[in-house]
């Protein structure tokens, strides 16, 4: 057993290395690991609430502080997030680096990563909560004008089609190509986090938490006309080349920013940035990625 993942912190951030050092994972597997109790040598941790714009979430937080005070991220311990799965993308991409354990409420339309909302009893939650640890996928895009875009995705990595004209992409894997030409809508590459959104909705497996495993998936494919996608180890270096880019040009999406115009899009898993999220023990992430599949 080895502390969790090297993440990018400042130096003058020492406390939250401290707090994400306190649930223990397997750094190595990625995997997901039970039981790790909140072990810090302090009594009360300290809480940074976010919430979103819904006006539940602002009641919530408003609530929250009174009861355990305001804190701002750069001094807090854990953060918590008040929201959706939307809410709780936007603070992984701006908080994130900070290294901090990030623990959430759902108080949005979907709540795939948060807990329930419960005004009492946040100390012992956090306490008691499993840990999970994710690790984004790493997207760096080239532009019909020559510039490159970099971003980090928890969810998937999708390229879409920009007019009405299907799509025709090469697929790359680790420099060899594997699909000369796929005509479609689009394809993503998602993780076992995101697997159960858009990949879901497009005909994509479900994966399985600390399976180190990625899904390549095609969205609307016309040709070839049963193919239906990969599972790739997680290590697996995905490249897209958009073939006849001046006819049927093409955007990119990294969890919510998008590029457009692109030629060539390259992903892998990210092995510099993780997040580590915290979950009710009766209702982890592991559990929850394994119910969905049997939902009817």
């Excluded at 406390?15 to 306190?22: G, L, S």
């Excluded at 300290?46 to 937080?61: E, T």
């Excluded at 603070?91 to 948060?114: A, E, S």
Aim: hydrophobic fraction near 40%; include cysteine; proline fraction near 6%.
């Amino acid at each position: 057993m080895s502390p969790g993942p090297t993440w990018r912190r400042s130096r003058s951030n020492r406390r939250a290395e401290e707090i994400a050092a306190a649930w223990w994972i397997e750094s190595e597997a990625c995997e997901y690991e039970a039981g790790f109790s909140y072990s810090l040598a302090m009594s009360t941790p300290r809480i940074a609430f976010l919430a979103s714009r819904a006006p539940d979430a602002q009641a919530a937080l408003a609530q929250m502080q009174a009861v355990h005070g305001r804190h701002e991220p750069e001094e807090a311990d854990v953060l918590c997030a008040l929201g959706g799965d939307g809410f709780m993308l936007r603070t992984l991409h701006r908080y994130g680096p900070r290294g901090l354990p990030v623990y959430g409420m759902k108080l949005g339309t979907i709540g795939f990563l948060m807990n329930h909302y419960a005004p009492d009893g946040l100390i012992e939650r956090i306490a008691a909560a499993h840990p999970a640890h994710l690790r984004p996928l790493e997207m760096s895009a080239i532009t019909e004008a020559g510039s490159t875009a970099t971003s980090l995705a928890y969810n998937e990595v999708s390229l879409l089609r920009q007019t009405r004209q299907a799509a025709h992409i090469r697929i790359h894997l680790n420099d060899r190509a594997r699909l000369d030409e796929l005509v479609c809508d689009g394809v993503l590459v998602a993780t076992p986090a995101g697997s159960t959104a858009y990949n879901f909705s497009a005909h994509g497996p479900i994966l399985p938490f600390g399976a180190n495993v990625i899904a390549l998936t095609p969205i609307a494919p016309f040709r070839p006309r049963r193919w239906r996608g990969a599972l790739l180890r997680s290590e697996t270096v995905v490249r897209f080349e958009t073939l006849d880019p001046d006819k049927r040009p093409m955007s990119v999406t990294a969890d919510s920013h998008e590029v457009r115009d692109v030629i060539e899009v390259t992903v892998r898993e990210s092995k510099e940035h993780g997040v580590t999220l915290l979950f009710d023990p009766e209702h982890n992430l592991e559990e929850r990625i394994l119910a969905e599949q049997f939902v009817s």
